[in-house]
Structures are given as C-alpha cells and as structure tokens.
C-alpha cells in the first residue's frame, strides 16, 4: 500500500485545530470543565454512531436511553471518583436493560448490545476524565495518552503505507500490517523519550499540573503498553465496522472519520494508565 499523500491533508488540517484546543482545555484550570465536557460530547457522538453500526446489523438496541446512560457515565469521571463512575455504570446499564424489556423487545443481540454500548464508550471514555482528575500529574497524563495514541496512529499509517508488507489482521482491517504496529510503537517510544527530557527540565506554568516525573524507563514502558492497547483498541472497532459492513462509524473529523474512529485507542488506553498510576497516587 502506497502512502497517499492527499489522504494526509485533511488529517493533518485536522490534527492541527483540535489539538491546540483540546490542550487548553487540559491544561488551564479555569477550562477544566471544557475538557470534561469535550469527552462527554465526543461519547455522546461516540454511542450514536456506535448504535448505528448494531442497527447495520439488523439488530435493535435501546439507541436513546444507550445514548442517555453511556453520555451520564463518560461525564461521571469529572467528580473524580471510581466509585461514582462504577455506580453511574451500574445505573446507566440498569436503566438500558429497563427501557429495552419495557420497549417489549426480547431479544439477546438487541440487549447486550444495547449495555455493550453504555460499558464500551460511556464507562471507558470516563477514565479519560479520571485520568485528568489525578492531582499535579493529571494533565501531563492526559498529554502522555494522547501523544502515545496520535503518535501510534501516524507512525502506524506512515510505516504501514511505505514498508507494510505482512498483514496483522487482513479479515479485520486489511491496510493494518505488523511493520506498521511496530513503527506505531517506534513513534511512541521517542515520544516518551522527549517527554521525559521535558518533565526532567520541569517545564510548566505554576498551578497547571505537571508531567510526571517518572524515569526514562518508566516512560518507555508506559508507552510501549499505551501504543500496545491502543492499536488493540483500533482493532477492536475494526471489528465492529467490519462485521456491519461500513467504513467509518462517522464523519464528524475530517480526514479521520467519526468519533470512534478517531478515539477508539484513547478508550483502550486511558483506563490502562489510569490504573497503572491510582495505586501511586491513592
């Protein structure tokens, strides 16, 4: 597969006015609320398009009151308690079980998919708030997931496109290949390497969080396992795409697709950090 140049524009075009925004709102208390907020809207777009992708299955799932309970969950994580978010799951797939039973459907697919949808973008994409919740550190982790992700994608398409000669999973995504895995994880790697040089020169604004300040190996490994589950989350949605039929779950980016298309490894790897972090900090 040939790199296509055109394809990359928008991707890039794209790239370049979200990421200074999502930053601000990552960093500047005062926008706090702006990042919480962006992941509950980009949930509740999430769950839209991934009740779209069941319905392609000619499968019926409770598409609103989904949308509803996974939108309520994903925005839990900004109280900053696990426990508030495993409560919020609970009610929001109590609550989807309910409306599916009380719809009159009776149906295995129609039901698991339904609270499938609730655990899959609404309590995954929660962590991503938890994450940010975390004292100090937490914008600097945020920053680390979303670098190791976007580095792992570009690194995987650019590799992939000029070197990709053996396929990694051609009955789910047949562009993906193992060389552009491994250059994936080659562009999270030296991404981790220089944020480590900046957390060591202790760059930052007073009151806005910190990165942390871990060691050079520390960084590694951590994003060598972000970049891991990431592209395992790309898969996974892969998965979902393929077996309904589409290629993209949306169009809300340029270039890139919907909402699960482009956070599809955010909502694998945020939780992953979160937890390898908590007992840390806890």
């Known amino acids: 597969m040939a790199l296509n140049v055109k394809s990359l524009a928008p991707r890039i075009a794209t790239a370049v006015i979200i990421l200074p925004v999502t930053l601000l709102t990552i960093w500047v208390p005062a926008f706090y609320i702006g990042f919480a907020l962006l992941v509950t809207f980009l949930a509740a777009v999430g769950l839209y398009e991934y009740y779209a992708i069941v319905r392609c299955r000619?499968?019926?799932?409770?598409?609103?009151?989904?949308?509803?309970?996974?939108?309520?969950?994903?925005?839990?994580?900004?109280?900053?308690?696990?426990?508030?978010?495993?409560?919020?799951?609970?009610?929001?797939?109590?609550?989807?079980?309910?409306?599916?039973?009380?719809?009159?459907?009776?149906?295995?697919?129609?039901?698991?998919?339904?609270?499938?949808?609730?655990?899959?973008?609404?309590?995954?994409?929660?962590?991503?708030?938890?994450?940010?919740?975390?004292?100090?550190?937490?914008?600097?982790?945020?920053?680390?997931?979303?670098?190791?992700?976007?580095?792992?994608?570009?690194?995987?398409?650019?590799?992939?496109?000029?070197?990709?000669?053996?396929?990694?999973?051609?009955?789910?995504?047949?562009?993906?290949?193992?060389?552009?895995a491994a250059g994936g994880l080659a562009f999270a790697l030296a991404t981790m390497a220089v944020f480590h040089t900046l957390a060591n020169r202790e760059i930052g604004v007073p009151g806005c969080g910190a990165l942390p300040p871990w060691t050079l190996a520390r960084y590694l490994y951590t994003g060598a396992i972000l970049s891991i589950v990431s592209q395992i989350g790309d898969l996974a949605e892969s998965c979902l795409k393929r077996s309904a039929g589409v290629k993209d779950s949306g169009l809300l980016f340029p270039g890139h697709g919907g909402a699960l298309d482009r956070c599809d490894g955010y909502l694998f790897a945020a939780p992953v950090l979160y937890y390898m972090v908590t007992p840390l900090v806890n």
């Open 58 to 180: 000619q499968i019926s799932p409770e598409t609103i009151g989904g949308i509803l309970a996974g939108t309520l969950v994903a925005f839990s994580g900004y109280f900053c308690s696990l426990t508030a978010t495993a409560l919020a799951l609970y009610g929001g797939c109590l609550l989807v079980s309910a409306l599916h039973i009380v719809r009159g459907q009776h149906s295995v697919a129609g039901l698991s998919t339904s609270v499938f949808g609730v655990f899959y973008v609404g309590w995954l994409a929660a962590h991503i708030t938890l994450l940010h919740g975390i004292p100090v550190i937490g914008p600097g982790l945020v920053t680390l997931v979303i670098f190791a992700v976007a580095l792992t994608d570009g690194g995987a398409y650019l590799v992939g496109s000029t070197l990709g000669r053996h396929k990694m999973a051609p009955k789910v995504s047949p562009n993906k290949t193992w060389e552009g």
